[in-house]
């Protein structure tokens, strides 16, 4: 999956029901996408989020957008951050720990919000970056995805349920490769709910298609 920022609570349940988990970083940044945008809840309503880069396009892979850490707009995303999480702790440590961090790309930040996350929900997951695979990149989609697999020494691959409008399981099973999709839980951000719900529980609430 490519990364995003703090994602919604499926994609951690597809982080815990695999045994490796790839963040996808070497393929194209989607401008407007949700790699650096989600909400934040701001006087009981959900605000959308952006946060600043340096002359994103989709003509770069998303590890070579870097994070405008020095404009004023970050600035103000870090202090609405801390006004509006600072009664929900678990939150706010891993926010402080990606201020203090500072990832210099927006990759290495959206993947430090996940691993962060996940740490403190107990998923022992093993990650992996694409980038820093062995693999033969194509333009066909399929084919990087089955050859990510081979690579790694696995016949099951997991993707989430809206992989549905881009793969079939056909596609994967021609090249021995087992495709399954998670139907997990919709939500806001898991900034947005890590301290108000049993998370460890609702991980649990997902279906295999």
């Known amino acids: 999956m490519q990364p995003y920022f703090a994602p919604y609570l499926g994609y951690f349940q597809l982080i815990k029901e695999v045994d490796l988990f790839i963040f996808y970083d070497d393929v194209n ?4 996408g949700w790699i650096n945008r989600n909400y934040i809840t701001i006087n009981n309503d959900l605000k959308k989020f952006t946060i600043p880069l340096k ?11 870097e994070v405008n850490w020095d404009c004023k707009e970050m600035k103000k995303l870090i202090k609405t951050f801390e006004y509006n999480l600072k009664n929900k702790p678990k ?7 990606l201020i203090e961090s500072k990832p210099t790309t927006i990759s290495d930040m959206a993947i430090l919000s996940i691993t962060l996350i ?11 970056k694409s980038s820093n695979l062995n693999y033969t990149k ?14 790694n020494g696995f016949s099951n691959y997991v993707n989430a349920e809206g992989g549905q409008k ?6 994967f099973s021609d090249h021995g490769i087992n495709l399954q999709f998670l139907k997990g839980t919709s939500t806001p951000s898991l900034l947005e709910i890590m301290d108000k719900i049993d998370i460890k529980d609702e991980l649990k609430k997902y ?3």
């Open 29 to 32: 940044f989607i401008t407007r």
């Open 55 to 65: 002359k994103p396009s989709q003509n770069k892979l998303i590890n070579e957008i």
């Open 91 to 97: 939150a706010n440590y891993i926010i402080s720990k």
């Open 118 to 128: 996940c740490k403190e929900l107990g998923i022992k997951t093993k990650f992996e």
């Open 138 to 151: 194509t333009k066909d989609k399929v084919l990087n995805l089955v050859e990510i697999c081979k690579e």
């Open 166 to 171: 881009i793969y079939t399981k056909k596609e």
């Open 207 to 209: 279906e295999l298609l």
